[in-house]
């Protein structure tokens, strides 16, 4: 089994950060701050050399610093065991093309640099995985199987650039009253296999992950309840092939792909119930924390490697006997290095002071950070 | 930029529509021409205008040509019974420069693409139909990029030729991975075009 960690980071005119380099233990760090300090936006930026993209805005602009015209991320990542290292270097200006370079190589396509780097973010805003609408949870689930297999995220890839062209041309029939049987179907027959790969795929790793699901929600919750998490989707009760067929004539007149994989859903359940309508904000916190914590073992269990594991500001809201059986939990032997921020450097103290552990951490105010117990 | 003449201002506009001019280069291409003898730039103009004006496409393979039928249709050397199906001309001149093809072409203008609003009746598709059944042609070579909007065209020409008795063949996907086929080196092309599949292998291995 390896450790990835990010050994040292190199901030510049990332969101409300001027400049910062930062060197992180290879275990627990803490970062505390109030609201707005810039304790979610360093998490963001660990992030970002891991995926590419921000956590939470995906217009470049905003994750500028104001007034800038550049921001960069340099980060040294090590494999704890072998030494060795990777070298991630994130660019982005304005009217520039975005560039990700890995020990000094640019990616010609992004998409080979996700799974490199894995990487767990828990964040106060995913309560939404819960509440809203499907997208969320479908865009968590092709992230984190993106992570597990590289042929996975080409065949999504693939798959939404099919869609798009097949709904251009769904609406091309509808405006210029034309119908093309034979160029319809050319692009059904590229999205079957395609869909059904995805569709397997999603199958297989949401029955893995349900029995680590059950096994942290009991832990964490000291196993009141029973939770679920159930794939629902329009590929169970009838082959791809089958529904293009049989929806020809709705999507004509919808003029888009009414139905496939990329409507999916998850339903998550307590006793039986939706999550969602009837557990309560606490079961629903523990819920998404589970749920997070088990997404971390399949990608630990697939790849043989602890990925980095970022909790942001995840203590409001669990009681104390939850925060506990989180940290116990986090602090095993099947986690790799840790980021928790939180506002109250004392409540922290007090969590750690019950653990062996050497945390190291670090004040943030303003996008300055500062090393507090070195 | 400011400039202190309308004519100089209007040069460079025109030098700025061209694929990766900037107003710079623009600038310095017109400051060029300036200073030339009158009669050379006359030349160059009269050189563009009479390739624009007077180019034709090849009645039979779309490709640009003199007359209204391409020098490789009319080659008699050449084996008429395989066509290469490309997307433009720059294919053309890539697959010639490794002297290993001696069939025709077929030069379609182009991949299906609906979101930019191309679609087969926008591509030479219908007469690359016809000329198969009419001069009995045994294989046709797909050299389409491998892109998503490749792949789909060739699904579809292939879809259209199905009662056809013709073979249809791929280049390998392999070679031109990530780049266009017009950057692939000579000998890596020449050999992908040698070592040609089956397309149903190709859908296979893709
Ligand atoms: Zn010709």
New binding site residues.
């Given amino acids: 089994m390896q450790t990835v960690y990010l050994k040292e980071l190199h901030i510049a005119n990332f969101k409300n950060y001027v400049q910062s380099k930062i060197t992180f233990g290879e275990k627990l760090n803490l970062t505390v701050g109030h609201n707005g300090a810039g304790k979610t936006n360093l998490l963001d930026a660990i992030y970002y050399l891991c995926f590419c993209k921000s956590y939470f805005s995906s217009n470049e602009l905003q994750n500028i610093r104001h007034e800038q015209n550049y921001f960069r991320l340099d980060g040294i990542f090590e494999m704890l065991q072998t030494k060795q290292t990777e070298n991630i270097v994130a660019k982005i200006a304005t009217h520039r093309k975005k560039s990700i370079i890995r020990n000094d190589i640019p990616y010609k396509r992004l998409s080979e640099h996700i799974g490199l780097l894995p990487l767990v973010f828990v964040a106060p805003d995913d309560m939404q995985l819960i509440k809203g609408s499907s997208e969320g949870r479908r865009k968590l689930i092709d992230g984190t199987l993106s992570q597990l297999d590289q042929s996975y995220l080409d065949a999504l890839i693939s798959y939404n650039k099919v869609i798009q062209q097949r709904n251009s041309l769904l609406k091309q029939f509808h405006e210029r009253r034309t119908f093309n049987a034979t160029l319809l179907e050319t692009y059904n027959q590229q999205l079957v296999p395609l869909g059904t790969q995805i569709h397997e795929n999603r199958i297989a790793q949401t029955a893995l992950l349900l029995p680590l699901l059950q096994e942290y929600y009991e832990r964490i919750s000291s196993g009141k309840e029973r939770v679920n998490c159930r794939y629902k989707s329009v590929l169970k009760q009838q082959s791809f092939a089958d529904l293009l067929q049989s929806n020809l004539y709705q999507d004509r007149s919808a003029q888009r792909t009414t139905e496939g994989i990329h409507r999916d859903d998850w339903v998550f359940e307590i006793n039986g119930y939706p999550l969602k309508k009837y557990g309560s904000q606490g079961q629903q916190k523990s819920f998404l924390i589970a749920l997070k914590l088990a997404i971390y073992q399949l990608i630990r269990q697939h790849k043989n490697i602890l990925p980095i594991l970022l909790l942001d500001d995840i203590f409001d809201k669990l009681d104390e006997l939850r925060t506990t059986q989180l940290i116990e939990t986090v602090m095993g032997e099947h986690f790799g290095q840790i980021f928790i921020s939180d506002t109250q450097l004392e409540r922290m103290r007090q969590i750690f002071d019950n653990f062996e552990v050497n945390p190291k951490i670090f004040k943030i105010e303003d996008g300055v950070v500062e090393w507090l117990n070195g | 930029m400011n400039f202190p003449s309308k004519l100089i201002e209007d040069a460079v506009n025109e030098f700025t529509k061209l694929p990766g001019i900037g107003k710079k280069t623009a600038l310095r291409l017109v400051l060029h021409l300036l200073k030339e003898e009158t009669k050379t730039v006359e030349m160059f103009g009269e050189t563009v205008i009479r390739m624009r004006q007077d180019i034709q496409f090849?009645q039979?393979?779309h490709?640009v040509?003199d007359h209204p039928?391409?020098s490789?249709?009319l080659d008699l050397s050449r084996d008429a019974s395989i066509l290469c199906v490309v997307e433009n001309m720059r294919d053309v001149i890539a697959i010639e420069n490794t002297h290993q093809y001696k069939g025709?072409?077929h030069v379609l203008g182009g991949v299906i693409s609906p979101i930019d609003g191309i679609g087969p009746d926008n591509l030479h598709v219908d007469s690359l139909v016809d000329r198969v059944k009419k001069d009995e042609v045994k294989e046709i070579i797909m050299a389409l990029n491998p892109t998503m909007e490749g792949d789909t065209t060739i699904f579809y020409i292939s879809k259209r030729l199905r009662d056809q008795s013709v073979r249809i063949t791929s280049i390998a996907r392999g070679i031109a991975f990530g780049g266009e086929l017009e950057y692939v080196d000579e000998l890596t092309l020449a050999r992908s075009i040698a070592t040609r599949l089956p397309y149903e292998n190709y859908l296979m291995n893709h």
Avoid: G, T
Wanted: hydrophobic share 25%; proline share 0%; charged share 10%.
């Fill in positions: 090849c039979k393979c490709n040509s039928v391409c490789i249709c025709l072409y």
